[in-house]
């Protein structure tokens, strides 16, 4: 029994300590910093393609993606709530009976071992209510004592209220942690514990997720998100957590009626804010309400903030131009959030967000404005076998070192950059004469023509006709590998079938070919004169053939052209309740009143003895001593000398 009794006041004094209560609140911060640092209840993949598959599973284990939620988080703040509550217990009757105290038991002995103390050894007949007058008139509270010895002792003190911030200060943090448990979602913790709830993992719809995945009206606390089209309403919210999610159930319909945005004049977003109508069947008539950034509406202890916005289903109008043929491009009329399958091809498009704004900066390493390229399209590519390339394209073309290019990128995944296909806008800022000049090469007759037409004009001689016969065959070869397979193929040739000591010759001759026959095609396709070859199109030629080298690591038959759309935008909601909102705030405030008092407010102590015999002693203490104090004790005691003298 007594080491049952021995072990319980050993565990009180450790946890009512003041190395525990700061050592709770360092392990707090820490947990702060970890959790302001790595940005909270990120869908899982991301958090794998920031740290891998090892220090992801390590730091799931551990709740960092969670941290203010996670089992640990919520540990420390229970243990900082008894510690400090035990701290406040134990010392708030030592500071109130100090608080109502007046030391007036002190003797002659007591009053000279004070570091600050003055004796004063001539006095006149003291005028006592001189005394008193001044000490008030420096907010002094005042006591007087008559001693039996004839002495008079006048008790003197001011700034208790300083000491009424240690109370204040950790009330404020035991009221600040208690909030931070209400919405700590314990009631969900214990729930999942018990097996009575399932985080869902599946990507279905709300109203198939069945009720072990549900949260109700009741939950007493959650932060949760809603995406809403304009037009659209919905009575349910998600909330993210771990490797999926919970629908929590609202008690009311929230319908979007209209969402605004303002944007500078580079393009980014200004402002934002969303027409909300909140229906109730408890309500007569339905609530119109504005919300904007920083600025929600609360019904029913949920407060509804605009968080963000996005894509609420644009329709797009698109064109397919086939690149490894000279068919006619396919139109589609798509949306967004929307999938379309290309039967012929095996192909499915996965559409998943457009943005009428993107600010860029074109030119890396130079000090350049970002500026806005217009509309993009980001869509995925899968093949029959499940696997999906990402890709992005602008609508219009960008300006490029004084030329335009369209542009379109791909990844294999989301870890990677995307590499980007640039293809040559002619002069009408569109894409058709690249598209033409591609089924320009890609027409062996065309090709075969050309070839002879170089092989005529470089052996004059018809004497010479298996050199001609040969020079257009290897014109023919060195074309024809071009336009299957581009720079990489005739690269590939190159290393198969030439000498290590003539390859660097061999790259020489066979550019040389290709850029004399590509000209050659490209005015006979556009049956253009030599006259009319000028620079601009020479160097639209040799773009046009890197663009046709790339396609080949482009990862699609296809180049995606938008052509038309009809914007429709949505708006991010994010739902609170917090319980514990207005307990934080409390606290908050009784910790800055507890901070404030400790800070700016100054206790003083004094103590006067008149003698009866003649001579006084003016003590003077404080719980701070500092710079403000000795000017303080200078002052009041040179001012108490003049009176009494």
């Known amino acids: 029994m007594k080491s049952t009794t021995f072990n319980a006041r050993k565990i009180n004094q450790l946890l009512s300590s003041m190395s525990f209560a700061v050592s709770m609140l360092v392990f707090l911060g820490i947990a702060s910093i970890i959790g302001t640092i790595l940005k909270q209840n990120e869908p899982y993949e991301n958090y794998i393609i920031k740290f891998g598959q090892f220090w992801f599973v390590f730091f ?22 008894i510690s400090t509550t035990l701290c406040v217990t134990k010392n708030t009757p030592i500071i109130f009976k100090d608080f109502l105290l007046f030391k007036d038991s002190l003797e002659e002995k007591s009053l000279l071992s004070f570091t600050h103390h003055l004796v004063v050894k001539n006095t006149k007949k003291v005028n006592l209510s001189r005394v008193i007058n001044y000490l008030k008139l420096e907010k002094f509270k005042v006591r007087e004592k008559s001693k039996d010895n004839g002495d008079i002792l006048i008790v003197a003190k001011k700034g208790d209220f300083q000491r009424l911030g240690y109370i204040f200060t950790h009330v404020g943090v035991v009221v600040i942690c208690l909030g931070g448990l209400l919405d700590g979602n314990l009631f969900f913790k214990a729930q999942e514990l018990l097996g009575y709830k399932k985080i869902e993992t599946l990507d279905i719809p709300a109203s198939k997720v069945p009720k072990v995945s549900r949260l109700d009206i009741t939950n007493p606390s959650f932060r949760a998100n809603m995406t809403l089209a304009e037009g659209s309403s919905d009575n349910v919210a998600f ?10 159930d609202l008690p009311f319909k929230i319908t979007l009626k209209d969402f605004r945005i303002e944007h500078y004049s580079t393009g980014m977003p200004k402002s934002f804010e969303s027409d909300l109508i909140i229906s109730d069947p408890e309500l007569s008539q339905d609530i119109t309400k504005t919300i904007t950034v920083n600025h929600p509406f609360t019904y029913k202890g949920i407060s509804i903030y605009q968080s963000d916005f996005q894509d609420g289903g644009t329709n797009l109008d698109i064109k397919l131009w086939n690149l490894l043929n000279s068919n006619a491009p396919q139109k589609i009329n798509a949306k967004i959030f929307e999938k379309i399958k290309l039967d012929k091809d095996q192909l499915t498009y996965e559409f998943n967000d457009f943005r009428k704004f993107n600010i860029l900066n074109l030119k890396e390493g130079v000090k350049e404005k970002p500026r806005n390229v217009g509309p993009s399209v980001t869509y995925k590519i899968r093949n029959n076998s499940g ?30 950059e995307f590499k980007y296909l640039k293809i040559p806008a002619d002069k009408k800022g569109s894409i058709a004469e690249f598209i033409s000049f591609k089924e320009a090469l890609q027409n062996k007759i065309l090709i075969e023509m050309v070839a002879k037409k170089m092989a005529n004009r470089s052996v004059k001689s018809d ?68 006259k009319e070859i000028d620079q601009s199109a020479i160097r639209f030629i040799q773009e046009a053939l890197n663009a046709y080298s790339d396609m080949f690591l482009f990862g699609s038959p296809y180049y995606f052209e ?84």
């Open 60 to 81: 799931e284990k551990i709740g960092l993606y969670d941290v203010y939620q996670s089992i640990w988080f919520l540990t420390i703040l229970l243990f900082l709530v």
């Open 239 to 248: 909330v993210r957590k771990k490797d999926g999610y919970l629908v929590q």
């Open 387 to 416: 696997q999906a390339r990402e890709y992005i394209s602008y609508q219009f073309p960008m300006l490029i070192d004084d030329r335009s290019f369209f542009i379109s990128g791909m990844r294999e995944t989301p870890q990677e």
């Open 463 to 530: 004497n010479n006709s298996s050199v001609k016969q040969s020079f257009e065959d290897s014109v023919n070869k060195i074309m024809t590998l071009f336009v299957e397979g581009g720079f990489s193929n005739i690269a590939q040739n190159i290393d198969n079938n030439i000498p290590a000591n003539e390859k660097e010759k061999a790259v020489q001759a066979y550019l040389k070919i290709i850029d004399i026959a590509s000209i050659e095609l490209y005015k006979s396709h556009f049956n253009l004169s030599d």
């Open 562 to 645: 938008l052509t038309n759309y009809e914007q429709k935008e949505a708006s991010g909601l994010q739902l609170t309740k917090s319980p514990g909102q207005f307990w934080v705030y409390l606290g908050s405030l009784s910790l800055v009143l507890g901070i404030f008092s400790m800070i700016y407010l100054h206790e003083r102590k004094l103590w006067l003895l008149i003698k009866a015999k003649g001579g006084a002693i003016i003590a003077v203490s404080s719980n701070r001593k500092n710079i403000d104090f000795e000017l303080d004790y200078k002052k009041v005691s040179q001012a108490i000398k003049k009176i009494i003298q």
